[in-house]
């Protein structure tokens, strides 16, 4: 059984063998008339492509020969890493960007006879030169009473620095090392490494840059890296971070050269950085060298949007200009002959347009007037064309400090603050540091926030001592401001201290003032016993820790004086 099983089987396998092959001939004779029937039918087609690859072919000849004669078109770009591109200026930086600690004293604007509040901050800086002078920002050192610098290969040793000058109003310090610190730097590094500084004017949109510092107090340096947003106002605007700690600390362009001083940045917003361009450092670095405290010249001129229609009901010619609404008089543009009504085309041929602004070399966008006279140094001349109803004026002036408002924001720790306390309240000059102070309790005072309410200045109450004179008469609140006393108009201490002594032999002393609890508040008047406040005063000063002010000794030494001479003649 087992063998005739088998010759079944190699039956089968002969038979399946002879199956298979004849229709392998079968498919084959069959795909050949097929190939043939599918030749014939679609060989136009075949043809049309093989046309369209040969013009394809010789397009990208034609493009090959254009490309060898066209020497312009451009190349690729290689591409650099991050590394590569910021690994040499990091070599050059070494020791260059110092950590700064300050010890401040900060003053009670509100309560100036106090002793000084106690407090620290830090920032950053650089050297810009071998004699051991850093730069920084103004607020790292603000009302500082001793600053030092920690410098990366010294750890954590103390450098002892001096502030030379600061300019608050562009936020830039100038500061240097003693002269026992600059010879233990040389002994220890040889010599004072420095940042060269380069040209922020030609910094543009998408730049790379490189901002380093220390920050939120970390003694070890740190670099960000990020490309030039723009220009916002006269800051330079970045995607590279910047971290309190930072201030004060450089940023470099790719050769390593300063463009900027990192400055600020917004918590709330994502990769938005400004910093100072170091042009503006350049400007005034020579002032600062000479003086302590540098403010920002000012034009002096309050200025409104014009627009076609006003300008053509003035007379004057289209498109316009620059509307001039005030001139504060002693200013610069006052003392050129500047008036209200007048409107400005041009200023050091730089045309303006009714919006205030110019079109600068030194800028991708346009500029304000502020900005641009920020840009000017002290002593330039100006020239300015000008129309006045219709007739075109050109004036020349120097441009200097000229005369500052009377009501501003003044510095505390560079500038004296003044006051006298009498009757239990505290006055002093108002300024723009106590209308921030002041502005929830006494909304009335957020007029003086408006240019033209501070040409003139006026006396403000700060503090008024529980159970006083005056707080006791439930009249004269915090924040309110002086118009008259004794009749006679107050507007600075000297004018108080005048009418004080012109009425000391008066019974009584009578106060009129403001509250400024609204913005419509009219005078009030407040009667006071003069010799009962008089003899109160030094029982207050004793309670309440505070001075008695020279023109307070002086009124009551009178009165002692009176006093006696009267018990005499009795």
């Known amino acids: 059984m087992i063998f005739r099983k088998r010759n079944v089987t190699m039956k089968h396998t002969i038979n399946n063998n002879i199956l298979l092959k004849c229709t392998a001939i079968s498919l084959l004779v069959g795909g050949c008339a097929l190939g043939l029937f599918l030749f014939f039918k679609y060989q136009p087609v075949l043809a049309d492509a093989q046309k369209n690859t040969v013009l394809a072919e010789a397009k990208i000849d034609q493009l090959q020969v254009a490309k060898t004669k066209n020497t312009a078109l451009p190349a690729p770009l290689p591409v650099i890493s991050s590394a590569q591109l910021w690994r040499p200026v990091q070599e050059m930086v070494k020791d260059t960007v110092v950590q700064i600690f300050s010890q401040i004293g900060a003053v009670d604007l509100l309560q100036p006879y106090k002793t000084p509040a106690q407090g620290a901050s830090y920032g950053s800086g650089f050297f810009i030169n071998d004699q051991g002078d850093i730069v920084s920002n103004a607020h790292v050192v603000n009302q500082a009473k001793a600053v030092w610098i920690q410098i990366p290969s010294l750890g954590k040793r103390i450098i002892d620095v001096e502030i030379v000058g600061v300019s608050p109003d562009r936020d830039i310090a100038l500061l240097r090392l003693t002269e026992e610190s600059k010879k233990v730097v040389k002994d220890e590094l040889g010599a004072i490494p420095f940042l060269p500084l380069g040209n922020s004017d030609t910094v543009y949109r998408s730049d790379d840059v490189l901002a380093l510092g220390y920050p939120l107090g970390q003694q070890s340096l740190k670099s960000t890296t990020g490309v030039i947003s723009g220009h916002e106002r006269h800051y330079i605007q970045m995607s590279a971070p910047v971290n309190p700690g930072s201030s004060g600390g450089p940023l470099l362009n790719t050769k390593g050269e300063v463009i900027g001083i990192n400055s600020a940045a917004i918590l709330e917003a994502q990769n938005v950085g400004y910093a100072i361009p170091i042009n503006d450092l350049k400007l005034i670095l020579p002032d600062l060298y000479t003086t302590k405290l540098l403010k920002k010249p000012f034009l002096g001129v309050f200025f409104n949007n014009g627009s076609p229609e006003l300008t053509e009901y003035l007379g004057n010619p289209l498109p316009g200009g620059c509307y001039v609404v ?26 303006i347009d009714v919006f205030g602004e110019m079109k600068v070399p030194w800028s991708e966008d ?74 929830e309790s006494a909304p009335g005072l957020a007029d003086f926030a ?57 019974k009584f002393l009578t106060i009129a003032s403001k509250d400024n609890a609204s913005r419509m508040s009219d005078p009030v008047l407040v009667v006071l016993d003069y010799e009962k406040v008089l003899a109160q005063e030094a029982h207050f000063a004793a309670d309440y820790k505070y001075p008695l002010t020279d023109t307070v000794k002086e009124l009551i030494e009178i009165v002692e004086k009176r006093k006696k001479l009267n018990a005499a003649f009795q």
Not at 328 to 349: C, F, H, W
Not at 467 to 485: F, H, K, M, Q
């Open 366 to 439: 346009k500029v304000s007037i502020i900005d641009f006279v920020g840009r000017l140094p002290l002593g330039q001349d100006l020239s300015l064309v000008l129309y006045r109803k219709s007739k075109r004026i050109v004036l020349n002036v120097q441009f200097n400090m000229g005369t500052l408002p009377a009501v501003r924001k003044i510095y505390p720790g560079y500038e004296p603050v003044e006051y006298e306390i009498f009757g239990g309240m505290v006055v002093t000059p108002l300024t723009l540091n106590h209308v921030q102070l002041l502005i």
């Open 450 to 506: 408006d240019f033209k309410q501070q040409s003139e200045p006026i006396l403000v109450v700060t503090h008024v001592f529980p159970n006083s004179p005056v707080y006791r008469a439930r009249t004269i609140l915090v924040g309110s401001t002086l118009c008259e006393v004794n009749g006679k108009s107050v507007k600075n201490l000297d004018d108080l201290r005048f009418a004080l002594k012109s009425c000391i032999n008066n």
């Open 326 to 351: 005030s001139v504060l008089p002693g200013s610069t543009l006052d003392r050129a002959g500047v008036q209200k009504g007048d409107m400005i085309y041009e200023i050091n041929n730089y045309k």
